[in-house]
Structure formats: structure tokens, C-alpha cells
T-cell receptor
Framework: GNSVTQMEGPVTLSEEAFLTINCTYT??????LFWYVQYPGEGLQLLLK?????DKGSNKGFEATYRKETTSFHLEKGSVQVSDSAVYFC???????????FGGGTRLMVKP | DTEVTQTPKHLVMGMTNKKSLKCEQH?????MYWYKQKAKKPPELMFV???????INESVPSRFSPECPNSSLLNLHLHALQPEDSALYLC???????????????FGSGTRLTVV
């Protein structure tokens, strides 16, 4: 079956630091990959996506590249802000009609 | 309109109460979902509706009863809940339930449910 593995948090960074949150996946075929963000007390918001190998998704300074050879979709941002503090979920959607599969989530805390 | 709207935002109910959660979207999406999320955990799928028909029930106890009155509305009826059912209940929608989910799901802000 499909699975998504994320690095465990919390990840604590100072403002303007570089961010990487690792995500690897197991799936058959050619899945679509997503990063969702959940701010405190809110639902999940789609942050970025990639639908095929070597695609780069980007939004709000965040980016992730779909690497089929390493089955990875790591999230990066060059300079984090306090407002980026949230929980980030990596997710996979296959093309066989299965529902989204979520990773366990990674909490990011950015300190001033 | 690109949102999924959930009401109420917060709900406290006793174990003998009956209440309902509501979800609405006007994006023309034909698939709608209920998820349950406990603290510090990813969302867990409960139900999937495709073209207003229940297509997936992830072995959810019968005290949770979903309903899809039309393509824009999704309800979750609650009855005789237990304290361990306290959680954030999220509604989501997508273009279709089956086939490539190229656009992902759109989530609502959730209903924070506390069972006392």
C-alpha cells in the first residue's frame, strides 16, 4: 500500500534560517504529491503540489521537487518567518482511486 | 467561491445529546469527505461521498451518521458520543473521488468537538 514518511518534529529554527522538512514515499505507479500546512486552530491548506517526476511545486517562498529516483518530496524555504510556525503534512495521491495518504506531520516553530 | 465552510466552529455536547456538523462548498466538486483529527496526529478518513452517494465508510462507529443532501452539502450527525470522540472534525472536497487527484483536496477550517 501507499505510505508517506516525514521527519519527526518539532523543528525549531530562528527567524531567517533555512528550512528543510524531509518527506519520502512508497507508492505504485506515478502519484501526485502535496504539502499541506495547518496553522494553530485551523484546517489544512494546500501549500504546493507536484504531479509528475521532476516537477517543482512552489508557493509563498516554499518549494519542493518531485524526485522519483529517491522517492522524495522535501519541503524547503530559504528564510523562515515567525508566521511560518505551523504543522506541515506531506501527502500522496495515487492514480488508482485511493484516497490521500498523509505523513505524520512535522511541527515547525520559528523563534524571533 | 473557493472555500469549504464548516459550522459550527466549536461544539460541546453531552454523551446523550444529538447534534449535527455541517459542511458546504460551491466549487462544483463531486467528492466530499469527513476526516477526524486528534491532537498532534494527521487527519484520519471517516467517510467519502462521490456524486452524493456514500462510497467509503472506514469502519466508523454507527454513532456517526453522514448525510449528503445535495452536491454542495455534507452533514455529520452525532449521537451518543463518547469522550474519546473529542477531536477536530474536518470536511474536505475534491473534483472527483476517483482518478488522479491532481488538484488535491480543499479543506474546511474544522469543527472542534468536545464530548463531556
Amino acid at each position: 500500500g501507499n505510505s508517506v514518511t516525514q521527519m519527526e518534529g518539532p523543528v525549531t529554527l530562528s527567524e531567517e534560517a533555512f528550512l528543510t522538512i524531509n518527506c519520502t514515499y512508497t507508492a505504485t505507479g506515478y502519484p501526485s504529491l502535496f504539502w499541506y500546512v495547518q496553522y494553530p486552530g485551523e484546517g489544512l491548506q494546500l501549500l504546493l503540489k507536484a504531479t509528475k517526476a521532476d516537477d517543482k511545486g512552489s508557493n509563498k517562498g516554499f518549494e519542493a521537487t518531485y524526485r522519483k529516483e529517491t522517492t522524495s518530496f522535501h519541503l524547503e524555504k530559504g528564510s523562515v518567518q515567525v508566521s511560518d510556525s505551523a504543522v506541515y503534512f506531506c501527502a500522496l495521491g495515487d492514480n488508482a482511486g485511493n484516497m490521500l495518504t498523509f505523513g505524520g506531520g512535522t511541527r515547525l516553530m520559528v523563534k524571533p | 467561491d473557493t472555500e469549504v465552510t464548516q459550522t459550527p466552529k466549536h461544539l460541546v455536547m453531552g454523551m446523550t445529546n444529538k447534534k449535527s456538523l455541517k459542511c458546504e462548498q460551491h466549487m462544483g466538486h463531486r467528492a466530499m469527505y469527513w476526516y477526524k483529527q486528534k491532537a498532534k496526529k494527521p487527519p484520519e478518513l471517516m467517510f467519502v461521498y462521490s456524486y452524493e452517494k456514500l462510497s467509503i465508510n472506514e469502519s466508523v462507529p454507527s454513532r456517526f451518521s453522514p448525510e449528503c443532501p445535495n452536491s454542495s452539502l455534507l452533514n455529520l450527525h452525532l449521537h451518543a458520543l463518547q469522550p474519546e470522540d473529542s477531536a477536530l472534525y474536518l470536511c474536505a472536497s475534491s473534483t472527483y473521488a476517483l482518478g488522479p487527484p491532481a488538484h488535491g483536496y480543499t479543506f474546511g477550517s474544522g469543527t472542534r468537538l468536545t464530548v463531556v
